[in-house]
């Protein structure tokens, strides 16, 4: 395709280069992108495939308001069938992709939240139980252990017990493995890919997943002979969803779409979470602001009321702006040719629509790497300058859940302890598969905080 078509610029590095620099310096690797090249960039694949990033907001309109059948998304994603099965909405286009996204969207619909948020804060708390005044504690395992637990009880039902152990050490050491810069490098590589046997790597991760199809399977058949017709939790309305033909949704589906909830939804959510408690701490009159609307509220307050605060809102906006935990949206590739700026994109070329590029443009967020709740207190953001959840038919299905999450998450540890980074040099995101975290070894102290002096103050 090279050289046919009016594309935008962009560097002409060999391919390996780029990609390591793409996996091992995912952030310097695109802010290099933009300031050589300007807001649209082509750079090439395999096989000479045009792979062109859109950063400016105009562009991002184009691209999620084009007709759907323009554009495929889930043909990028077909190499992580050997995780999510070939039913998982991330895998998925068109009319099957439609009709998923239409039986999973009714549990993860904002109004469903009410009913998961006790669960969310009873688990904070069981998680904080753990931790020792003083004590230095790794900050993402310990939110990674919440959201874990979260999603394990909410979408999947487990109560705590030996099957909610075991799905939680098996996902958690499979996710650890696979999400490494080392297995990121590797998945690039076919031959890396086959089954050798237990003791291969890649044979002990196909291992890991059918240890966990065993007890997601089992869990399925027993909840399809259960006799409690009224739980709550999103697997069970999962079960009783039915599609516009009467259909409900075979057990590989379910077990497709578990798998791709779990994990599209426990990192990126710690992640976020993580990142939070980072500024916060760093910028005491950050915390002071939350403290105080925090202690406006009372000792025990409800769930909804928490989440609807506008500076602790602010707080985690901001923190998905500077640190979009997914850097771009699922790459879109072209059905039909299409024009997004003046540049004619061919079939098969694909698009990337860049999150943090747009979430760091100047003049749409003065003082881009500056940390500033007070931005969207200030100012509504278009779907097309913030994006932290991708946008148009691909947009994430679990925006109004994670969201919930993190405040009421951000909400119960404030109200209790302080946390405080160990090491105060200001950190980078490093890759962990296909998002963005805060470094595994960011470790914090727990203190005790003045959230209790300052009801008292406030309520005398
Ligand atoms: C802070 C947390 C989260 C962030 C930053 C995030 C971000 C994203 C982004 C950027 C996309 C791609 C959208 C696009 O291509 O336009 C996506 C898709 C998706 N997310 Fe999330 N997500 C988060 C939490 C969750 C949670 C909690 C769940 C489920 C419980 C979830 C489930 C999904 C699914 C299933 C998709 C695929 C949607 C589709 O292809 O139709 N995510 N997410």
């Known amino acids: 395709m090279q050289g046919i078509y009016n594309l935008p610029d962009g560097p002409k590095m060999p391919l390996f280069v780029r990609l390591m620099q793409f996996i091992f310096q995912p952030l310097e690797y695109v802010e290099g992108l933009t300031k050589n090249y300007g807001d649209s960039i082509t750079v090439w694949g395999n096989k000479g495939t045009p792979i062109i990033y859109f950063t400016q907001p105009q562009a991002l309109q184009q691209i999620f308001t084009a007709d759907g059948s323009c554009l495929d998304a889930g043909r990028t994603n077909r190499g992580l069938s050997f995780l999510f099965g070939t039913n998982s909405l991330l895998l998925l286009d068109g009319e099957r992709h439609q009709r998923q996204r239409q039986l999973l969207t009714p549990p993860l619909h904002g109004d469903r939240m009410r009913a998961y948020g006790e669960t969310i804060r009873t688990i904070t708390r069981q998680v904080m139980e753990s931790w020792e005044i003083d004590k230095p504690l790794v900050i993402r395992e310990s939110m990674q252990e919440i959201s874990l637990r979260v999603i394990l009880q909410v979408v999947f039902g487990l109560e705590e017990g030996q099957r909610l152990e075991e799905l939680r050490q098996l996902l958690s050491s499979l996710l650890d493995f696979i999400s490494s810069p080392f297995m990121s490098a590797a998945t690039f590589f076919d031959f890396f890919m086959k089954d050798f046997g237990a003791w291969s ?199 109004a859940f994670a969201l919930y999450e993190m405040k009421l998450v951000l909400a119960t540890v404030l109200m209790r302890f302080q946390l405080s980074p160990t090491n105060k040099r200001s950190q980078r995101p490093v890759r962990r598969g296909m998002t963005m975290a805060a470094p595994a070894g960011m470790r914090m102290v727990v203190k005790p905080n003045s959230y209790k002096r300052e009801l008292t103050v406030l309520k005398s």
């Open 201 to 399: 790597p890649w044979g002990w991760v196909l291992r890991q997943i059918q240890k966990i199809d065993k007890l997601i399977y089992a869990l399925i058949q027993e909840r399809r002979t259960e006799l409690n017709q009224n739980r709550q939790d999103v697997l069970s309305l999962m079960m009783s969803a039915r599609d516009e033909n009467g259909e409900a949704m075979s057990d590989a589906e379910l077990r497709d779409e578990l798998i791709t909830l779990l994990v599209a939804g426990h990192e990126t959510t710690a992640s976020a979470l993580t990142w939070a408690f980072y500024w916060i701490d760093r910028l005491p009159e950050v915390r002071q602001k939350l403290l105080t609307e925090l202690a406006t509220l009372g000792e025990n307050p409800d769930p909804t009321t928490v989440t609807k605060l506008p500076y602790l809102s602010a707080v985690c906006q901001e923190t998905l702006r500077i640190h979009p935990i997914v850097m771009s949206a699922t790459p879109r590739v072209v059905r039909s040719p299409i024009n997004i700026m003046g540049y004619d994109l061919p079939e098969g070329a694909v698009i990337v629509p860049s999150i943090y590029l747009a979430h760091h443009r100047e003049e749409v967020y003065p003082q881009p790497k500056q940390f500033k709740p007070e931005r969207f207190l200030e100012k509504q953001f278009s779907p097309y300058e913030y994006l932290p959840f991708g946008g148009g038919n691909r947009r994430c299905i679990g925006l």
